[in-house]
């Protein structure tokens, strides 16, 4: 039985597939006019398979022969060694793609390569492709002096007897100027290629094949859920499917539901995966910057700036592109948002739970009641501010929300609990969804405007409570005047009411000026 993969290449048979035929007709087409381009894209995004494969579709063709060479193991390797190491690894390519190749083993520097892919080609009288996967592993003064021999192979491709490759792709994260620092690359002469992220059909393809093997269905909101929050990241979507079917599901016979795919987002954010780490370990450097794109939901139409370009290169951000087809970069997609504001969420002053959500708990069932109170009382001990709005000078729901957030991460963390923020559910997003032994709990924060919008805010919490099927949620209201808030003489901080049969306990919490 196939399964999702999250690990290396993949394969069809091992694992389920998506056929990037449009993708690959782009690189494809490339290949065929002779280009030599860079392959930028982060990891786990899917490129080592997107040029596998279309390295196997253009030698089946009988025109083409393909070599294709890893680098990543060579990081901070001698030039000496270096070129031992490819020697080998030319050699395992000759003894198992193509015997007639001249043997590899004089190649002692950069010369010697370029001399051997020129012997190569004139022997086997194919067009030859090369690529180099993690090309970026390598070090400044081996990489130069290669690029450099690259430049003029291409210069002179259409000249017999300087003939070597028809077409070279280099394959990394990081940008041949930052390896150079900044200096002028001798690849000057390369195009460039993305990767797009799999498309909202490519993502639904992808389910369904599990579906089409086991007869589990993926409920359709389930499926436009994991296309909203991963926006079709490849890691994403089947590390999504990876908890869904094997931890959240197993069983086969059950369909997998929007409360199962609450449970797996929750799961996914507070998981310390590899993913995760490489989109962190880049942007905690620039968590000040990252927090206001994340606070005040900005973008940025300028991003040609070191710091823009590094988080676009690894991923944190994403180029896309507006309604007039202008580019701007952003948060890559809504996970990395929730999981960015999650670990970057440090609560001002030690929080009043003595270490853990323990006290709050009852035969082993946890007391968010109690928990929210204590939020209560410490945001009112230490009179904490929140962020305000550039344009109106109003506090920011997303700053109070940010606050609360932090403190049930760190709260619920010390009970095996999870916490997640802006959880899509089919009646609108909630602002936070707690889970503790299989319960739930939905909070809905808001700045206190009057008394209209207090009652939107009942209301749109007794809809997503219908939605979740739970009887009880919480609506937390950051008042920054709340002395002279009008329902405070009649209905006091804190108090629960009946509305629609699901009953809502409301706080009032005093913010500072």
Avoid: C
Avoid at 166 to 173: D, Q
Avoid at 193 to 208: C, G, K, R
Avoid at 436 to 456: A, L, Y
Wanted: hydrophobic letters at 40%; charged letters at 20%; a negative charge.
């Amino acid at each position: 039985m196939r399964e999702f993969n999250i690990f290396g290449p993949v394969y069809p048979q091992y694992h389920y597939h998506v056929n990037r035929t449009a993708v690959k007709a782009a690189m494809r087409q490339k290949i065929e006019k002779g280009r030599y381009f860079t392959l930028n894209a982060a990891r786990q995004t899917g490129k080592t398979t997107l040029f596998q494969e279309t390295l196997a579709e253009l030698e089946n063709t009988g025109t083409y022969f393909g070599i294709l060479l890893d680098f990543e193991l060579l990081t901070d390797v001698e030039k000496p060694r270096f070129y031992k190491h490819l020697g080998d690894a030319l050699a395992e390519w000759r003894e198992y793609h193509a015997p007639s190749a001249p043997d590899p083993a004089f190649i002692q520097d950069h010369i010697d390569f370029i001399a051997w892919l020129r012997k190569t080609g004139r022997e086997l009288g194919k067009r030859g492709v090369l690529i180099i996967d993690e090309f970026d592993a390598l070090s400044a003064d081996i990489l130069q002096p290669i690029l450099s021999q690259f430049r003029g192979m291409y210069l002179k491709r259409h000249q017999p007897e300087y003939a070597a490759l028809h077409s070279i792709i280099l394959v990394g994260v990081r940008n041949i100027p930052s390896l150079l620092g900044g200096t002028q690359s001798p690849f000057n002469i390369a195009d460039q290629f993305s990767i797009p992220y799999f498309t909202p059909d490519e993502v639904a393809n992808l389910l369904t094949q599990h579906t089409q093997e086991t007869g589990q269905i993926f409920k359709p909101q389930v499926i436009e859920e994991i296309i909203h929050e991963t926006e079709g990241q490849p890691f994403l979507v089947n590390r999504l499917g990876q908890i869904l079917i094997q931890d959240v599901v197993p069983d086969r016979s059950e369909p997998i539901t929007p409360a199962a795919f609450a449970f797996a987002l929750a799961k996914l954010l507070n998981e310390n995966n590899t993913h995760f780490y490489s989109i962190l370990s880049k942007a905690t450097p620039h968590r000040a910057m990252l927090l206001s794109i994340l606070l005040y939901n900005e973008s940025r139409s300028d991003f040609l700036d070191p710091v823009t370009q590094e988080l676009i290169m690894y991923g944190a951000l994403r180029v896309v592109e507006d309604e007039y087809h202008l580019p701007y970069a952003r948060v890559g997609n809504p996970i990395y948002r929730k999981m960015l504001l999650q670990r970057f969420a440090a609560p001002p002053e030690p929080l009043p739970i003595n270490g853990s959500a323990a006290n709050h708990l009852i035969n082993g069932n946890l007391n968010f009641d109690g928990l929210l109170d204590d939020f209560k009382a410490f945001m009112e001990e230490h009179g904490v501010r929140l962020l305000r709005s550039k344009k109106t000078e109003r506090p920011l729901e997303i700053s109070g929300q940010y606050l609360l957030l932090s403190y049930l991460s760190a709260a619920l963390n010390s009970v095996q609990g999870q916490v997640t923020i802006e959880s899509l559910s089919s009646a609108g997003e909630i602002d936070i969804l707690a889970f503790h032994r299989g319960r739930r709990f939905i909070v809905e924060t808001k700045i206190w405007h009057s008394k209209q919008k207090f009652e939107d805010g009942k209301a749109q919490l007794v809809r997503y409570l219908k939605a979740a099927g739970l009887e009880k949620g919480y609506l937390v209201i950051f008042d920054e005047k709340l002395s002279a808030n009008p329902l405070l003489p009649e209905m006091g901080e804190l108090f629960e009411i009946l509305v629609g049969e699901k009953t809502l306990r409301v706080y009032f919490v005093d913010v500072a000026v």
